[in-house]
Each structure stands twice: as C-alpha cells, then as structure tokens.
C-alpha cells in the first residue's frame, strides 16, 4: 500500500523523553529530536540546518522508549506525520505537527562505556486510529517510575 505520509527521520533527542498516560491508561511517549542537515551554500561555507520534530509514542514502543531513552541518544524514527488542531483560550487557531512513531531504532549510549553496545535496538509497535486520540494536546501525566 502506498503510504504519502510516511516519515523517516534521525535525530538525537534534546530532552529526556516524558512517559505518560491516556486517561484509557495506554501508555504515551513524546520526546523532540534534532536532526541536522549540512550544505555548502554559494559561497562554499558548509551552513548546519537544524530541524527540531516533535515524536509521540503508544503503548508498548512508548514504555520502551520512557525507559531507554535520555537526553543526547541518538534514534531513528519511521512513521507517519500528524496535523492537531484546536483552537486556544485565547480564541485563536493552533496547530502543530507531530511524527506518530511505529518504529524507533534507539542507536548506541553515549553516556555508556559498554563496548557489547554495537548493535542498535530496533523496537516496532502496530499502531490504528482507533488508538489515537483527536483532541487538543495536553500534557500527559507522567507515570511513576
């Protein structure tokens, strides 16, 4: 099947990640990733573009990712992008995007010393709309450790 909304993105995250739960009690991951893109612009000075993406997890990839990732980890996220919009107190339209993740390949610790760390963890989850939630975003409760 032909997907147009498919997104494929690397990145490291900017922030440790904020697990979380639906009021249904499904679990929700959101963490923001930086992803850097170099170029030479006419003059020939290499310019870095940074790009930040917001990154929403479900159920079990978002339990995986609550517990695994920490500021600086470098990941790879395949997904699809998300349009929320709602409308604020202040009476005025919002909108963000936001990549809905269904795989992450969480790349090496940069805060391990471990050297068995060669391989990348590569965790997947079956995601549908009748999982997601359409309303305004919120801040998710955080679970306790």
């Given amino acids: ?33 930086a992803s850097n893109r170099y170029y030479r612009n006419a003059e020939k000075a290499l310019i870095n573009e940074v790009s930040y993406v917001n990154i929403d997890t479900w159920g079990a990839l978002a339990e995986s990712c609550g517990k695994y990732l920490r500021k600086g980890r470098g990941v790879r996220v395949v997904g699809r992008l998300k349009q929320d919009r709602w409308q604020g107190e202040d009476e005025k339209m919002r909108e963000r ?3 809905v993740a269904e795989h992450v390949e969480f790349h090496p610790d940069p805060n391990r010393n471990d050297t068995s760390q060669a391989e990348e963890v590569a965790i997947e989850t079956e995601t549908n709309d009748n999982d997601m939630v359409f309303e305004q975003p919120e801040e ?3 679970k306790k450790k």
């Fill in 1 to 33: 099947m032909l997907y147009h909304g498919l997104v494929v993105i690397e990145g490291n995250l900017t922030q440790d990640p904020e697990l979380g739960a639906i009021p249904s009690g499904r679990s929700i991951c959101r963490f923001s990733i």
């Fill in 97 to 99: 995007y936001v990549v």
């Fill in 140 to 142: 998710p409760k955080k």
